[in-house]
């Protein structure tokens, strides 16, 4: 595979490291030309420029500029270029309405570190990661499948969602606590007392906590902008429930505190490791018409239920305009998925216990 990646940052460059660590031929390219040079020195990618031969670009640029980034790579597409781009923006609805083009795929890798630029790549970066697809109305299978074998190849999850339903839970599991940490640092920070003291002293849990105010401040104000419609009630929701904390230990009651606590701590033992998938499964195959609108016909069905796609796999037919998909949810969520698919038109077949499938 030929890839072109646009932004040279800390997630681009994974992923260029990632993909040439893996067989493909990388170029790129950066307004920064420092970082663009530092790529090039540190063989993230090898050669600058070369959209024109690419088979797959990759946007990673601040999320205001992905529309019109991806508008000219997929308006440079040579006669014959079958060109399809890709984003890694943290905020998807303002981008998956921005641009509905047959060869456009949105994304969004749930990986990150606090290392910034060429020199902060990882090719393994990716690896057991979550990575968001979220196909548009215009969004082609075949598209779909250029990028899914990228995400593949990299070593993350694909999870298909629909742009809204992913700006939703991004808010809860990534942007607030971003917001959090750096306002808890800030707090350390600019504390009244014995400064230099006081962060000598931090231990443990205030460096897991405050990490990730550590890494680049680049991409926020792009989505804190474009996601302030989800971020603000999980803010608000966060702030009531500091407000009663703050009553229980006001009030010093020990009942309720122990109860938070144990509940939170049982919580957080339970969350799945890194890009896990559930261990009971099943697949679900549709026979679907061969044009653009089906995988995101088919995901607004799913994020209506609140159903996460785990994994999904396009198989055309040679007998006509129309082909299979085969999507992996939970077993729990298997039947009622099913049945708002068959009432949404499709031909639906359930195999319930399917293993959980493995990236190829």
Not at 128 to 152: K, Q, Y
Not at 178 to 190: G, P, Y
Not at 268 to 293: I, Q
Request: hydrophobic content about 45%.
């Amino acid at each position: 595979m030929r890839v072109h990646v646009v932004g040279l940052g800390l997630v681009g460059s994974s992923v260029a490291l990632g993909l040439r660590g893996r067989g493909a031929s990388v170029s790129g390219e950066d307004l920064d030309p420092d970082r663009a040079t530092r790529a090039l020195e540190l063989g993230v990618v090898e050669r600058l420029g070369g959209v024109e031969d690419a088979d797959l670009a990759v946007v990673a640029t601040p999320a205001s500029a992905v529309v019109a980034t991806a508008r000219r790579l997929l308006g440079s597409a040579g006669p014959g270029q079958r060109l399809v781009v890709t984003d890694v923006a943290g905020v998807k609805g303002p981008i998956a309405s921005g641009l509905v083009h047959p060869r456009f795929v949105p994304g969004h890798p749930m990986a990150g570190s606090e290392q910034e630029g060429p020199d902060g790549a990882d090719p393994d970066l990716f690896v057991g990661a979550a990575w968001v697809l979220t196909p548009t109305a215009g969004t082609d299978e075949e598209a779909f499948s250029v990028v899914r074998e990228a995400v593949a190849t990299l070593g993350a999850d694909v999870v298909v969602l629909e742009a809204e339903r992913h700006d939703e839970l991004v808010a809860v599991v990534s942007h607030v606590p971003h917001l959090t940490s750096a306002t808890l640092m800030s707090l350390a920070a600019e504390s009244p007392v014995d400064r230099e003291a006081l962060l000598h002293l931090a231990a443990g849990g205030f460096r897991d906590m405050t990490r990730v105010a550590a890494g680049s401040s680049a991409i926020w104000p792009d989505i804190c902008r474009d996601n302030a419609g989800a971020i603000v009630p999980v803010l608000d929701r966060l702030i009531g429930r500091l407000g009663e904390v703050r009553r229980i230990v006001a009030e010093r009651d020990r009942a309720a505190l122990v109860a938070l606590l144990e509940s939170a701590g049982a919580a957080r033992r339970n969350l799945p490791a890194r890009g896990a998938r559930p261990p009971e499964t099943s697949e679900l195959r549709l026979v679907v018409p061969d044009r653009p609108g089906v995988l995101a016909e088919v995901t607004s069905i799913a994020g209506g239920l609140g159903v996460n796609i785990y994994d999904i796999e396009i198989a055309h037919s040679t007998e006509g305009p129309r082909g299979v998909l085969v999507l992996v949810v939970t077993e729990s969520s298997a039947a009622s998925l099913a049945s708002a698919l068959r009432q949404g038109g499709f031909k639906v077949a359930v195999s319930a216990g399917a293993p959980a499938r493995s990236a190829p």
